[in-house]
Every structure is written in structure tokens, then in C-alpha cells.
């Protein structure tokens, strides 16, 4: 069966605690923010200039100039600010933001990032995830378990460009939850209808279970 | 199958309804800035607040320390601070005393270093150059370094545990907007503290302020209390005589 | 006896009546920062300005190059970009093609520390320490220091010859209000540009903001341009359906 | 006859540039404010926060929370502003400020300057003084040309603790307007009915003429 992108959000929704700033990642991340539990003071910081982003506007209500970090049109939820930059990475590389919640190409076993090139590849930037690596307090991963072409993006060793260094502190792919522990990845949970086998089958590193 | 890290954050339900209760684990030995230029701007019920308390030898991180025996002279009156880092003594007389008796110990440093230091310690920035200080007695004992010729000191960031802020409104979340010049330190205070308490003249729900118009965003603060009445002391009254019966400022 | 300096200041006559007016001694080989993230927050008519001048072997510092063939992408499709500062490429093909074959030198950076070197420029900081980057390729040939057992690495300010902003509002004194998250970098480097532009979408009469309220003070502006029309294009415009007849976001 | 205090700071005014931002210190340099002509551009920074410092209040007009440096109740002038330390001091230390008028208890000949602290008295502090001192373009001092003992104050190399090092460019005394040059000071004009002899008396090192 394993976890569908929604389910994977939904999970990874479970791992914000209440009355916490998270951040959210372009991509798979952006779709926790509709499984967070209304009335839990979770507040949704964009790395552009937002504490308190809210959903997308009804249609008619878009504002060009208030955007996330993915460029898409937001609203801002009562309660919310905008800021400059400046002010926006202090609340990131101060150690002020709980939880960002980030996508990734590869995780090494000891927490090494990366997420922002492909040898070889169109890169595309590095934008704040650097920063959001670096500097908050907790970063969780959301990824598929293996790339379209099958390959592992657990891995022993990232070959990729690295993000930040031994980061990283739990990862939820389709197939399962997995933490980063100092000896290396360690299962948390199956994905329903998961074996553990198939978990090991698309890792390039140990498993701990 | 562990259950996922789901403990409280520390940005829920953030209204105190006490002074006493905003002011919980603050504790002998902190360190604690206070926001306020001089007399103005203080957290009048929380430095009251942290006297009642009966804690002691705190680390007192405040541009200045009380005047007139006002503001933060009570905490030096009554003992309770060991060491203070400030940039401006002036007519403190408590101060002047304990500093030549060496009851206290006393850091003074630049206005500018000051508060770059501490919003230093609210941006992740463990460390930065300046050329304020250079050739003075600030400069002793520090790295010197020159950049395009120009010679610089390095500085460290400064932070703290507590950070007392008085605010004009906050909300529920802890926004703050803050009335003309009373902001001064606060905002960079409130970077650099573990835990930020804001006193303000009102609490006004979710929503009432602008987005574009926060001074302090609430990710910066951590428990708030509504104070109603300050004395808000004149430091040094001036005024000039109106022309005649009407005109205005 | 010699006359006192009685040169005129900066900070008279800013407005202009004119774009060109405004770009006046942005010439070849200028360091420009452009305000905006993405197409959100472009000075559109200065961007335009700068093509219609035809000055050439600019370097460009900005978050992005342009998308969609609007804003900066002019620039890279007329070729007068030599060199790019910034932290993100996306889906701008012109700038991909242009890095491929080395027709444009791009340095690619974290955005906390890109607004962080240009903030430190601004306020007088030569450079500081940040743990962003520790362990990537943007570490690589910097100095590496630990601070209380994290590591390090320097980063330099980052200034300007010129910088290009978007306002909401403007007054004559160059006093700044952005609208929503159009603010972004413009402060920053505001601050950090020798020459401040700042078109506004209103110019608005010298007291019109309360003076809490104002998001740049005039002192880190040099020129003003009032500019009516924008088009402020929708980069990824989203919405959702409205639940049913009424209702609002 | 020498300048008196509102003359000094009548002859300061004439070094104030249209269009210039300008810090005035506490003590004999606030005076200047009164004598910088109207429509002139001349926006008065203090480092509490306030960009377009007005002058005293009316009666009754006055606000604990609206003060200068000195903990003077001030007005502000349509478009002026207020702002944080951090931000204002940004303004200093990033040569945005491009006059601070100070005081000064010595001045050495090479342009040094202290004006915080006597040796063995009482140490008021630091406050803005080495952030101006370092951070404006130009450094102009006002000061009487001796001490109330009789004590030069302009000297060959400062007793006193430093403020800044090399930074000072025109004094202004009761008696004369003096430059700071790489040869030492130079005099720039006298006071009405003032000797050079008188200057120089005065002085505890060279002064060019």
C-alpha cells in the first residue's frame, strides 16, 4: 500500500506540536499545512516575509504582492505579519523557527542534507534552504522513499552537493518513518501493508529496526 | 511504534494574568535584559515584579540602570544585581557607589556594539567586526582585524535568559507595536532572550493590527501581560512656551 | 578665513520627474541591487529604466534573475548582465543557458546569508560568522571558526552602487512603505547601495505616514519616482474555490 | 570677546550642508538645533531612535516617551520617524549620519578624541559617543577652548581615554575654528576680537596659521 503524498503529510502533520513555528519546504511539505489541526497555534513561517501564512485566497482575492516562498499566492491568517528579509532569517538562523519541515534528494545515516543539486544537473539554487538546514531547531524530511528511477535516497553517504551536515533529524517516505540516530537510521514505523524488507530494498545504508 | 514528538510549543497561550505568573523561573543568578532608553520604555510592573520576586544576583543587561530612584534603581537599592553590562552610568548615584566600593561589576560598552551584539545573538550570529572602539580601552584585549584597510575588533553576541519589554499594544500571540521612542532595545532584546516577557498598556485580540504594521512579530515572545497603569516618569521635562493662545506641536 | 563645508547634502530634491531622471549616473560595469523576490516587489519602471539606457556589463544583486520573460529577464536576454549575485535560479532558461556556457559569471549563495552580508553593509559590519553553509560548497576556501563548539564561516558585506526598490509609498524625504511580502530584500539593500531608487506606487506628502509606521526611514534613500501603473505579475497565481456564494479570505 | 555658547553654536550651524543628516551630541552641541536655518533639508538624527528630531514641545504638549539622547522630551517633524537601536545605529555605524556635532574634553592634534571619561573620576558611560565618533563622515567638535581650571584642551596627544581614534576634523571653540590636518591643527578663523596669542596660550600644541 504505502503512504500516498497526502497520507505522507498527514503524518508528518502529527510531528508538529502545538504552539510551534514551522516552516514548510516547496513541494511535497506544502501540503501538511492543510492537515494542521485547527486551533493549535501552529503558525506557518515564509522565508519571503510572512509569520502566519494562511491557505491559498478564494479566487478573486489573489494579491500578486503577497506571496510564499514558492511564488504562489497566499493569505495571511489574523494574527500574521510581514517583514523584510533581514528581520525573516533572523527568526530562521536565530534558532526562533521549531520545525522546518524540508523535501530532499538524498539523507545520509548521519543526518547529512541534501537537497538543492544534482551533479551534472540544472541547479536550481540554493534560496533558504541552507538557512532553514542550518538554523532551526528541528528538521524533519519529507521524501519518496527511492527516485523515479528506482535509486536510493537513504544513503550511507550523500553524493549529492550537501544542504547542511548532520541535520537531519527524522524522514517520512512512502514506505516508512525513519529517525537518524548517532547509529545511524533507525526505523520508527511501516508505512500500512509495508514489510521492512522493502523499506531495506530501496536503502543504500543500514536499517536499525 | 513511538509515538511522534507532539510536547507543547512554546507559542501557545501566552496571556499571563499576573505579574507574578509572567515572571515564573526567573531565577537567583539570571541573566536578564531589560528593554527602556533611560526611564523610557521600562517594564514598570516586571522590574517591580522581579523585586517582589526575591531573586538575586542578576545579571542586569540594560542600556542604562535606573534614575531619580527610578526604573531598575530599585534592583541596585536593593541589592540584587552583580553585574551589569550597560553602556551609561550618568547620574546614577547607587551605581557610581557600588562600582567604587566593587559591590557590582560593571561593563561598559558602546551604545551601537550593544545592541548589534544582542540582535547579533537573535539572527544566529555568533560573532562579528567593528570598528567602534578601535584605539580605546573598549578594544583591550580583543581581536584586531582590517578589512579595506580600515582596522576592526571582533565582537561576540549577548544574550540572555529573560527579557523584560514593555510594549504599547501586544496581541494574543505576542505582536507588539510600541509608541515612539519607548521601542529602543526591546525588539533586539527580544531576539536574543530564552524567554521574552512583554508588559503592555493593552491587549488587543488576533488580528487587530495591520500585517504590514507589527513592530515585534510574537515569534519573538514568549508570555504576555496586560498593565493598564504606568507612571511613565519624565527623565527631563522640557517643553517651550506656546506662542499665544492656540498652535500645537 | 575659509568658508565652512557648505556642499549640498544627499538628502535634498529627491524627487525626480522621470525614470531616466532617476537612473542618472548608473553607467557600465554598475553594481545594481534589484528589490524583489521573484517578480514580487520588482521596481518594474526602473528595470525598464535601466534596459532603455543601454548600459552594459552590469552585476546584478538579487534573489532571482526574472521568470516568465518579465522583470529581470530582460536584462539577461538583452546581455547586459556580466555578472549575477543571488540565491536562486528556478526556471529562468535564460540565465541556465547563459551559466552553461559561461557567457555569465552566477554566484549562487544562501539567501539568509545574501540579505545578512547586505545588512551588514548597511550598518557597518564588515563582516561576521553564520554556521550556514558549514560543510557545503559555499564553505569551500572561507575561514572556519568555532564558537562554543559550532563552526563557522565568515561572510563579507555585500554593497552596491546603485539599488533599485519597489515602494508602496513614498513621501519626498525618501520615508518608505511596502505593501505585504513586496518588502523583502528592499530594505536591506536599501542600506547597502551607495545610490538608494525607489519607485513608488504613491507619492505621498512629507507627514502622511505615522512615524511609527514608517518600513524605511529616508536616510537610506536618495532618489524617488512616482510610477502608477504596474503590472504586477501573478508568478504562480493560486487560489481556492469560496465555499459557496459569500465568504472572504 | 570670544563666541558665546549660542554663538559657537550659531557658527556650527554654518557647517551643516542642505540636505544633510546630522547627529547633535548632549550638552553645548544640542544648541545648534536653534540655528539651523528653516526649508533647509537638515534632518537631526538621535540615536534613541527618532530620524527628524523637532524641537522641545509646547506645554502641555510634552510625552515621557518621546525623547532624545539626552532623556529630553523632543518632537518629531512631519516625515520624520522612529525606529529601533539596531536600526538606528545602523544609520551611525554605517556612514549614514553625515555630521555628528560632539563635545569633547580633549582633542589631540592628530584628530583623536576623547569625551567619555576622566581618569580617576566619575565615569558616566559611553552611550552613542565611540558608535558617532567612528561611524559619521565627519566629526565636527564643539567645546570651550580651555577647561573651567584653566587646562588646554587641545593637545598634543589626549590624557583621557579615547572615544575615537583620528576622527575629528573642524573645532570649534570660544575662542577660534580650528582644523584637524595631517601637518596638526590649523586655525581656520578667529573669534571677534580674538588674538592668535590668545589661541595658542590656550593650547598644548602647535597650531598652524
Not at chain 1, 46 to 65: A, K, T
Not at chain 1, 75 to 102: E, K, N, Q, Y
Not at chain 1, 162 to 177: E, N, S
Not at chain 2, 7 to 29: F, I, N, P, T
Request: proline residues 5%; negative net charge; hydrophobic residues 45%.
Amino acid at each position: 500500500m504505502a503512504f500516498s503524498k497526502q497520507q505522507i503529510a498527514a503524518r508528518a502533520a502529527r510531528e508538529i506540536a502545538p504552539g510551534s513555528i514551522v516552516n514548510l519546504g516547496i513541494g511535497l511539505p506544502t501540503l501538511v499545512a492543510d492537515h494542521i489541526p485547527e486551533g493549535n497555534d501552529v503558525w506557518l513561517q515564509s522565508e519571503n516575509g510572512i509569520l502566519g501564512m494562511g491557505p491559498f485566497p478564494y479566487e478573486g482575492d489573489e494579491d500578486p504582492r503577497l506571496i510564499n516562498a514558492g511564488k504562489q499566492t497566499v493569505t495571511i491568517v489574523p494574527g500574521g505579519s510581514t517583514f523584510d528579509s533581514a528581520t525573516s532569517f533572523s527568526m530562521i538562523r536565530g534558532g526562533h523557527v521549531d520545525l522546518a519541515i524540508l523535501g530532499a534528494m538524498q539523507v545520509a545515516q548521519n543526518g547529512d542534507l541534501a537537497n538543492w543539486a544534482i551533479p551534472g544537473g540544472k541547479t536550481l539554487g540554493i534560496g533558504g534552504a541552507m538557512d532553514l538546514a542550518a538554523g532551526a531547531r528541528r528538521i524533519l524530511v519529507l521524501t519518496s522513499h527511492v527516485t523515479k528511477d528506482g535509486e536510493a535516497k537513504l544513503v550511507k553517504e550523500c553524493s549529492f552537493p550537501l544542504t547542511a551536515a548532520r541535520v537531519v533529524q527524522r524522514i517520512i517516505t512512502d514506505l516508512a518513518v525513519i529517525d537518524v540516530t548517532p547509529e545511524g537510521f533507525r526505523l520508527v514505523e511501516l508505512a500500512p501493508g509495508v514489510e521492512l524488507d522493502q523499506v531495506r530494498a530501496g536503502m543504500d545504508a543500514e536499517l536499525l529496526s | 511504534m513511538s509515538e511522534p514528538a507532539v510536547q507543547e510549543g512554546r507559542h501557545r497561550r501566552k496571556v499571563r494574568e499576573s505579574v507574578a505568573a509572567a515572571l515564573e523561573g526567573l531565577g537567583d543568578g539570571a541573566r536578564v535584559m531589560v528593554g527602556g532608553f533611560g526611564l523610557c520604555g521600562n517594564a514598570e510592573a516586571l522590574i517591580r515584579g522581579v523585586l517582589e520576586a526575591g531573586v538575586k544576583d542578576l545579571t542586569l543587561i540594560s542600556n542604562n540602570s535606573g534614575n531619580l530612584e527610578k526604573g531598575l534603581a530599585a534592583w541596585l537599592k536593593a541589592d540584587i544585581v552583580r553585574r551589569v553590562i550597560c553602556t551609561y552610568v550618568g547620574n546614577n548615584e547607587d551605581l557610581h557607589r557600588k562600582m567604587a566600593d566593587h559591590s557590582i561589576e560593571v561593563e561598559i560598552i558602546p551604545q551601537g556594539t550593544f545592541v548589534e551584539r544582542m540582535r547579533a545573538a537573535g539572527a544566529g550570529i555568533p560573532a562579528f567586526y567593528t570598528p567602534t572602539g578601535v584605539g580605546t580601552v573598549v578594544a583591550e584585549g580583543k581581536e584586531h582585524r582590517d578589512f579595506d584597510g580600515v582596522t576592526n575588533i571582533l565582537e561576540h553576541a549577548l544574550s540572555a535568559d529573560f527579557a523584560l519589554i514593555r510594549a504599547h499594544q501586544v496581541d494574543p500571540f505576542g505582536n507588539v507595536r510600541f509608541w515612539r521612542t519607548a521601542r529602543n532595545f526591546s525588539p533586539a532584546m527580544a531576539t536574543a532572550a530564552h524567554t521574552t516577557v512583554v508588559e503592555a498598556d493593552e491587549l488587543v485580540p488576533l488580528g487587530a493590527f495591520d500585517p504590514d504594521d507589527v513592530h515585534l512579530p510574537g515569534i519573538f515572545v514568549h508570555r504576555v501581560v496586560e498593565v493598564r497603569e504606568h507612571e511613565d516618569p519624565f527623565e527631563y521635562r522640557r517643553v517651550r512656551p506656546r506662542p499665544d493662545a492656540e498652535g500645537g506641536a
